[in-house]
């Protein structure tokens, strides 16, 4: 049984850093873990999409597209973008937050009105988390990848506390550290609340 | 990052490229030299921070290459990692490596961009095995990279020869668990250098004997392939299909068969041609899995082996799961594709951006406007003038050759009748690594262009690493930073015609640009601000807009900026008939530097610090 974790953004939003968490949280657990990016270009502003295997043993590391157990969207078209990777049974943590990009701006190509509801009318199962929302009121929009993984922790076939663990161990001891186990756990809570 | 970087044993999750980097060390590594290059930049990052090493960015990779032998003939173990276009740049080097060889083991560890994700091509680097007579090492994953690159020292001394680490994005970049050993410390008695003329002078009398002993080493090497413990043939219950594969799409072969018989090809060149006999021998079809050419397929049918490989299988990108089902169904004469890929989302493409405040967008806002001009680019950051908005670019070639490209299209254009302008866009690191030759031989030809090179004092394309211009070397240390303006004048522009500008002074620049362009000699402008991602960029106030003042003309927007969204865009008709696009824009005060780009950009003095 391989859990298939998809973990998207743009660059410059953390999106591999989030990854390895995971990945190191399964080790942690015991499970075997691949991390992989798909798509170059990580400068800031382009497409990154990382994925994770974690099972007993993995041997492909990129995901078949319609099997993924989770999507975790740092950015709401490009949750949008990848979601055909999810399984029928998948789940999508999407951040309603949007990175409008210049080909957008100068009005060659247009955002999606409605990236969540597009989903749903997919019939995609979707929890939109205001990651970037629930980060700026704690005082610093970067905490927003800690929420979302706190918003992802009950998903994952790991216990909670090892991803907790894996987030907060970049951060040592101090105030970043605090922060950042306030974020998680408020995503962790948004994700409890109306499962 | 952080852990690669401990020197204790134990299990590590390590992407391919650490792996490399950490098992080399391990190996005892004493000299390592590479220029950056997607996706082989992490190999000699990792290197830089482990002890006993010393580790450069060379200004090229031929150049890199040559360290890497340099220290091989003194006695020390080297290895020079290049991204798979960076081994054509070494190549004149390569090829005499392999008639001379090498002393201490040495290592060249390519990658190749299958998938094309960050390159001008897609290359599969094993035909240098085949064309400087090397020996390849294919790791299919991070695993086999650590232990492979161990055991590619030994069989360079061994054999007297460099030895080829063929990786790929797939090996390199993605994380597994391996198991890391310690560093004895290297052994002094391979230490020092001997003279030895017949050898390492590669004079037309010496060729013939080095041919004869190539010739005896192909023949050691292919015994070596036969017998090494990276060519498996696994057995399996199902022979339908028997597959011959290498590198990361054995992953993707064990996945989808997993009971197939499979020859696993780790020493892949000289070919074990043995063992592929022994697999055609018990399978009912043979299908070659290789990224990205035909090779071991054309070497397996010339030696008389019946196998399928890229008439089923696609001759572009990776060999995934999805696509390896559809080629053995193809193969087996289902029509049908027997998995077909859920159907993506229509989503707006989202290409690199230049960064916010990035000093590259007050030169495109600029050569946005020059519709006459002819511009050719290189290969950085600033390729990305080529997109939205600016469209500011008619040819990338390759790393270096926009000055080259420039010259002949200026001396081919010369004669017409109002012959549009050239111009050269490079950058510093891109100048250096292979700009200068073609600098010279324009001041040398009498040619006409105008070359902007953009010193923003980093290879940034790659993360921001040193170079002769950056002022720091990769160990850390404080250095002279190279002089351009005095460089190119002393390749030959006048004095007159290398201007230095500030590309965040619009007006000005803009100016001298036009001068430049105007001159009929080469000319040079040099760009002044560095890289907002270095820690030299200072970041300053964010701006805002103020409403009353933004009259919704978008001039703004031909920055490319991406701090500057839209809020509303209007369709109106002015007066005189004629119907305008208007945009009015806000500012995002979390990714604005304070750059004031804008705000000279704007006309109407609607943009203003906060």
Known sequence: MITDVLVVGIGGQGVMTAAEAIARAALEAGYEATKTEVTGMAQRGGVVCSQVRIGERIEASEIRPGTARLLIAFEAAEGLRWSHYLAPEGCALLDPWRAVPPVVSSGVHRYPANPAGELRAAHRRVREIDARGIAERLGDARLANSVMLGAAASRLPFPQDALRHQVLRRFGSGELAARNAAAFEAGRALARSSG | ?610
């Open chain 2, 1 to 610: 990052m952080s852990a690669v970087f401990q020197t204790a044993i134990g299990r590590e999750f390590l992407s391919g490229n650490e792996a490399v980097a950490r098992a080399a060390w391990e190996a005892g590594v004493e000299i390592a030299a590479a220029y950056p290059g997607t996706p082989s930049t992490e190999i000699l990052e990792t290197l830089a921070g482990l002890p006993g090493v010393y580790a450069e960015w060379s200004t090229n990779e031929k150049v890199a290459l040559e360290v890497a032998l340099g220290a091989s003939m003194a006695g020390r173990r080297a290895i020079s990692a290049m991204k798979h276009v960076g081994l054509n740049v070494a190549a004149d080097s390569l090829m005499t490596m392999g008639l001379v060889g090498v002393k201490a083991g040495l290592v060249i560890a390519v990658s190749d961009d299958i998938g094309f994700s960050s390159s001008q091509n897609e290359q599969d680097s094993r035909f240098w095995g085949r064309f400087v007579h090397l020996p390849v090492l294919e790791p299919a994953d991070a695993a086999e990279a650590y232990a492979m690159t161990r055991e590619a020292f030994s069989i360079s001394e061994r054999h007297q020869v460099p030895v080829l680490l063929r990786l790929t994005t797939r090996v390199s970049h993605v994380k597994r668990t391996l198991q890391v050993g310690e560093r004895p410390a290297p052994d002094a008695a391979g230490h020092g250098y001997r003279r030895d003329a017949e050898r390492w002078i590669i004079t037309p009398n010496h060729v013939g004997r080095r041919l004869e002993l190539r010739a005896q080493r192909d023949a050691a090497l292919a015994d070596e392939a036969v017998a090494s413990r990276w060519n498996v043939l696994e057995p399996g219950t199902d022979r339908r299909v028997g597959f011959v594969v290498s590198g990361a799409a054995f992953h993707a072969v064990r996945e989808a068969f997993p009971q197939a018989p499979v020859l696993k090809l780790g020493f892949s060149h000289p070919l074990p041609l043995a063992l592929a006999h022994r697999l055609a021998a018990q399978v009912d079809r043979v299908l070659v899995v290789e990224e990205s050419e035909a090779l071991v397929e054309a070497e397996l049918k010339a030696a008389g082996i019946t196998v399928s490989g890229k008439d089923v299988l696609p001759l572009q990108g990776e060999i995934t799961v999805p696509v390896l089902e559809n080629a053995v169904a193809r193969l087996s004469g289902t029509s049908a594709q027997v998995h077909s890929t859920p159907p993506k989302a229509a989503v707006f493409p989202r290409p690199p951006t230049l960064c916010a405040g990035c000093p590259y967008l007050g030169v495109y806002f600029w050569l946005g406007q020059l519709k006459d001009a002819i511009i050719c680019g290189d290969i950085g950051c600033y390729t990305l003038g080529c997109g939205e908005p600016w469209n500011a670019m008619d040819s990338v070639i390759s790393m270096g050759a926009s000055l080259g490209v420039a010259h002949g299209m200026a001396k081919a254009l010369a004669g017409d009748a109002g012959a549009r302008p050239v111009l050269a866009v490079i950058g510093d690191s891109t100048f250096l690594h292979s700009g200068m030759p073609a600098l010279a031989n324009i001041a040398y030809q009498g040619g006409n262009v105008t070359v902007l090179l953009l010193d923003n004092r980093a290879t940034a394309m790659t993360g921001g690493q040193d170079n002769p211009g950056t002022g720091q070397r990769l160990d850390g240390a404080a250095v002279p930073r190279l002089d351009f303006a005095k460089l190119v004048e002393a390749l030959g522009v006048r004095p007159q015609r290398v201007r230095v500008v500030d590309p965040y002074e619009l007006p000005t620049f803009f100016k001298v640009l036009r001068e430049e362009i105007k001159a009929p000699e080469p000319s040079v402008i040099i760009t002044t601000r560095p890289c907002v991602l270095t820690e030299e960029f200072e970041r300053r106030r964010p701006l805002t807009v103020t409403e009353p003042q933004c009259n919704g003309c978008a001039r703004c927007l031909e920055l490319g900026c991406p701090a500057i969204t839209v809020t509303h865009r209007e369709r109106q008709q002015r007066s005189s008939g004629k119907v305008v696009d208007l945009a009015w824009v806000r500012i995002e005060r979390a990714l604005c530097t304070g750059c004031d780009l804008c705000a000279k950009a704007c006309a109407r003095g609607a943009i203003v610090s906060t």
